[in-house]
């Protein structure tokens, strides 16, 4: 291929587009109108390693049916007649070829364990140009970072890793991670811009274990007779065991995140402590209960004294006039028969 010896001259050659951007193994074209119309020259062309061209007039039409060059620059050119003068331009063009592959990775591995730093990898393999990537780390739907290559001179395909790091928190347990390639053209390139994303890594976080439910009030006063219920729900990954230590004179203490006692009595007063353990750590959560005397049993015990009482004085009013009443109605009736008897005995006149 010549060397252009002038691309600024006056009237040089115009391309049209002014640039190309053409996926590898793609077809591809441009328009090089050569100088201005009127314009009186005999040797002009475009000279390219691949394609075909055709004239009409000044203006040559290069057509490529598959774009099968890495770098390439096509030049338009012409000879000025009078000074042996080369006038020239020459074409840029962008061959890119999407990522073959993306695959991403946690290093040094899952589980994780909480509060420490980790490595995202992501790898992308056979693209071209790199320098023109843009590789964007995700935490779900939420973007964790970007980066770009660090290689901007290779035209050709390449693949390369990129990396985040990141430090763990329980938040991220279940999570998905994951990233994506974009190739970023400019406006004469595809649109929207070629993207290939990754697998998604649901994310296993080890972590202590932490309370789920709020804290009680300390003390807890419940009523006598009153179910008590104790939660100690934490969560946890390993998923948490639970340990309870009740008051001594409780022989069978609960070994789950709930303590329940159907009818509480005084004797179930007392401090209760929940161990919450796993593998990363443990937590002790302790409740104090107080049982309170219920009135309402009191009171109904005053009533029922009270009933008792009112049928006793009744009992004993009824009695006491029953009796009183059985002895005056004897009396009477002994009085009647005396005085009938004294009248009986009066002699009577002859």
């Not at 309170?292 to 004294?305: F, K, S, T």
């Amino acid at each position: 291929m010549n060397l252009c010896s002038d691309q600024n001259c006056a009237d040089k050659p115009q391309f049209t587009p002014s640039r190309l951007v053409v996926q590898f193994g793609k077809p591809t074209s441009a328009l090089c109108s050569v100088c201005q119309p009127g314009c009186n020259v005999t040797i002009f062309n475009i000279e390219s390693p691949i394609g075909t061209r055709k004239e009409n007039g000044t203006e040559i039409t290069w057509t490529v049916n598959e774009m099968t060059e890495w770098i390439i620059s096509p030049m338009c050119y012409y000879n000025n007649d009078t000074t042996d003068v080369q006038c020239c331009s020459v074409l840029p063009i962008t061959v890119y070829k999407p990522p073959a592959n993306v695959s991403f990775s946690v290093h040094p591995g899952v589980p994780m364990s909480e509060g420490q730093q980790y490595t995202l990898q992501c790898e992308v393999r056979d693209v071209a140009p790199v320098k023109n990537l843009r590789v964007t780390f995700y935490r779900g739907q939420a973007a964790l970072g970007h980066t770009q290559s660090n290689i901007n001179t290779d035209e050709k395909p390449v693949s390369e890793v990129f990396t985040l790091n990141i430090t763990s928190t329980k938040e991220d347990d279940g999570v998905e991670f994951w990233c994506e390639a974009k190739l970023e053209l400019g406006a004469e390139g595809p649109q929207p811009p070629p993207v290939v994303g990754s697998e998604k890594l649901t994310a296993a976080v080890h972590y202590k274990p932490q309370r789920e439910v709020s804290i009680p009030p300390d003390p807890i006063n419940i009523k006598e007779g009153n179910p008590l219920k104790l939660n100690c729900s934490s969560v946890g990954n390993p998923p948490p065991s639970y340990t309870w230590t009740p008051p001594s004179r409780i022989t069978s203490p609960s070994n789950g995140s709930v303590f329940f006692i159907n009818s509480i009595t005084h004797e179930d007063e007392g401090s209760y402590t929940c161990y919450v353990s796993n593998e990363k750590g443990s937590i002790t959560v302790q409740f104090d209960v107080k049982v309170q005397a219920d009135n309402r049993i009191l009171i109904v015990g005053l009533v029922v004294a009270a009933v008792l009482l009112a049928v006793i004085v009744g009992v004993a009013v009824f009695i006491s006039y029953h009796r009183y009443y059985k002895e005056g109605a004897y009396n009477l009736l002994w009085d009647r028969i005396r005085l009938h008897t004294t009248h009986s005995s009066i002699p009577t006149a002859e």
